[in-house]
């Protein structure tokens, strides 16, 4: 058991395929929150395998993609100054600010290094007593305890030139604030796996009954996702047909535990506090991130460098606030594939590999049927 | 970012205090942070983020699941045959 | 020593022997005696070459036929990777150009940029490295030019070579030759060369047992001409190196007018570059590699041409992994695992810089 082919195997694929077309008697209309869920769906082709069943919204999922403007040209500010070594998962660096990107402060010999860990930010700060070290701490929950345990090493190493830009999101804000609009199309969730392999699933109870829509806590792999669908499409039936009120179901039992892992949230709720945060595209969805608890201010990179207010300038022509809440299909937009391609990104979900718009971009079908 | 792939703990020791191990993703070896998973044995798999182990995978639940599809295969076959069905079976 | 009287210029040893200097100095680009001192004492023994005066280009006979012309720099970092380093890389990889173009390699020239500091072993090794490549695929380096930069100008080493050969009259390979139709084959694992080279670069930091498949493929390439009666059923050649299959099989799409059908199961992948690719986030599709060429062979004989490459060790693993058509000219599709369909195409920039 590897836990990875096993989850591709086509054979278990079409089965699947064909259990959730035989259950499903009209278009369900699903939504996942989770940018490598969207890469996963649409890399695989599961939305064309389930054409006609389902109808996938992608919802906004992809944190480098919400990461609001403010916090881009922030980092910008940041990275552009002389002592200070900008670290940054890669994916981050092509993102537009206002007016320019991380990798153009590169080009212009700002020091932006891309790490895969939040430890190599805390290794480069060792290394490099006489510099500031900032890592930008995007992402959603998952990759928080990396960060919080980041700032507890630097802590107990006493490491006073490091700090960390801070600007996570939390899935189940979002997921009211997409349930609460008006313009809500969205039946039921795919809830992102990994995201709850951290905080368990008790989270998602109350929304399922607040709003009574079913919600099945799916992994990533193309069995994990058709399995996620097959008992979301069943929950749907129930209710629409039977009138059963809604679940919450978990699909992915292997990696996720109701619980969760408890070691990582206390982490967390040590090292973060809860706040109202700016969603790039969609506005301020409050209670929706974590940003550095006042104990760890030391290490808190917007107070460490006081980059006060800034004026942003999003381009008018970028529709990724309605991609992102699911009201528009990236390639529905005007300017996908025209104006906007990763070679030029007016917007966030254009470039980051999680991004609907690169990942509609990067697996674009042919205009003609799927059966070549 | 949401990117975390299965591997299994081959190596376990101690770093300053904090328990690091060597995961190994069919073919290739990274070295992780177990801080968050005290408990992880040599031999289990586990779900890597940003560096840190983050999840325990539970094979008797990844079994399950696998053989799941596989009944769901059966039951495609039992339904192929018996076409004009229009009933809905429960697994 | 000799009699009082008598000198022999045989025993001579030179006062400054050249083993005293480790590194390199700027002098040793100036032209004077320390370039060929250099010249003289590392690059010589180590390509092999049997003395004669220096030209500035080399004079090769040839019969009959084109000559195919290439060059190629190489600027590779780190210089060292497991199984290889820029030296054999510069060899093998031009002549790899060459044996694309269905030539016959017969000589490289190999001119070196090195930055000054750089230590003499480091340079001797490498120099070593090159003239063994050369050696075994028995092509000779016959020229080349030595300049020496002040340190920061050139990171350690860049290496150019160019690379000449010679094509059979009326043999017609080119991007421009590939038909709907066309079997697609690979000559085997894909992605190699790139995890290996992702493996030592600073700040990724992974274990893995992957090494370089750098290898010269103008043997294979013969070959394959050799397996069928008329050569021109083999419509087109490339190795796919920077930007990886996608690039490879993009350009030749683009060239020639059609589509292009892969099935992705049929692509082989070796598990480590799978696995490594994704917890980089890589596509395998993309990462280079420097002993594999894709061939665009007509459907006819395509059976014939694997047998022969897989009759031979470079070419083992070779498999069909698609087809041209005449849809969708100039776009490659994957048709997935699941019989889902998905374009393909190339990476933006530098996804893996400094590869090659």
Known sequence: ?372 | MCLGIPGKVIDIWEESGTRMATADFGGTTKTVCLAYLPDMEIGEYTIVHAGFALTRLDEVSANETLQMFAELGFLDEELAGTEGQSSRETA | MSEAGQVDPANWVCPLPLRETKRIVMGHGGGGILSEELIENLFLPAFGSSGGPSRDSAVLNVLGGRIALTTDSYVVNPLFFPGGNIGDLAVNGTINDLACSGAQPLALTAGFIIEEGLEMDVLGTIAQSMGLAAAAAGVAIVTGDTKVVGKGSADSLFINTAGIGVVPEGLRIGPEQARPGDHIIVSGNIGEHGVAIMSVREGIDFGTTMTTDSAPLHRLVAAMLNAVDDPNVIHALRDPTRGGLVAATVEIARTSGVGIELDEAKVPIPESVASACGFLGLDPLQVANEGKLVAFVDPAHSEAVLAAMRARPEGSAAVIIGRAVEAHPGMVVARTAFGTTRVVERELGEQLPRIC
Not at chain 1, 11 to 19: I, Y
Not at chain 1, 87 to 107: E, I, T
Not at chain 1, 226 to 238: D, F, H, P, S
Request: one cysteine or more; hydrophobic letters at 40%; aromatic letters at 8%.
């Open chain 1, 1 to 372: 058991m590897k836990y990875l082919d096993e989850f591709r195997d086509p054979v278990a694929a079409k089965s699947l395929v064909e259990a959730i077309r035989r259950s499903a008697t009209r278009t369900w209309t699903i939504m996942e929150v989770c940018g490598g869920q969207t890469h996963s769906i649409i890399r695989n082709g599961i939305d064309q395998l389930l054409d006609g069943a389902v109808d996938f919204i992608h919802g906004p999922g992809c944190p480098v993609c919400v990461t609001p403007l403010e916090m881009i040209d922030r980092a910008l500010e940041i990275a552009s100054r002389d002592d200070v070594i900008f670290c940054s998962f890669g994916d981050m660096l092509r993102v537009p600010g206002s007016k320019q990107d991380l990798f153009s402060v590169r080009a212009r010999g700002g020091d932006v290094r891309i790490v895969y860990s939040p430890l190599d930010a805390t290794r480069i700060a060792a290394e490099n007593p006489d510099k500031n070290v900032v890592f930008f701490g995007v992402g959603f929950e998952t990759t928080a305890p990396a960060n919080a345990m980041s700032v507890l090493h630097a802590k107990r190493l006493g490491l006073t030139n490091f700090s960390l830009l801070v600007s996570h999101v939390l899935v189940p804000p979002a997921m009211t604030a997409i349930l609460s609009a008006p313009t809500n199309r969205v039946q039921g969730f795919l809830a992102a796996g990994h995201v709850c392999t951290v905080m368990g699933t008790s989270e998602y109870g109350p929304l399922v009954e607040k709003f009574n829509i079913p919600i099945v806590v799916t992994g990533f792999e193309p069995l994990d996702l058709l399995e996620g669908v097959r008992q979301l499409v069943e929950l749907l039936e129930g209710c629409h047909k039977d009138g059963r009120s809604a679940e919450l179901r978990n699909a992915y039992p292997r990696a996720v535990t109701d619980t969760g892992n408890t070691v990582a949230q206390q982490a967390l709720a040590d090292v973060f506090v809860v706040t109202d945060r700016q969603w790039r595209g969609i506005g301020m969805i409050p209670q929706s991130g974590w940003t550095l608890s006042p104990r760890y201010a030391e290490f808190d990179a917007e107070l460490k460098f006081g980059v006060g207010h800034l004026e942003v300038q999003e381009s008018s022509e970028c529709h990724a606030g309605e991609v992102l809440q699911g009201l528009l299909k990236p390639n529905e937009c005007p300017a996908f594939g025209t104006t906007c391609t990763p070679r030029n990104p007016l917007g966030a979900t254009m470039v980051s590999s999680e991004g609907a718009c690169a990942a509609y971009y990067q697996f674009r079908r042919l205009e003609s049927s799927a059966n070549v």
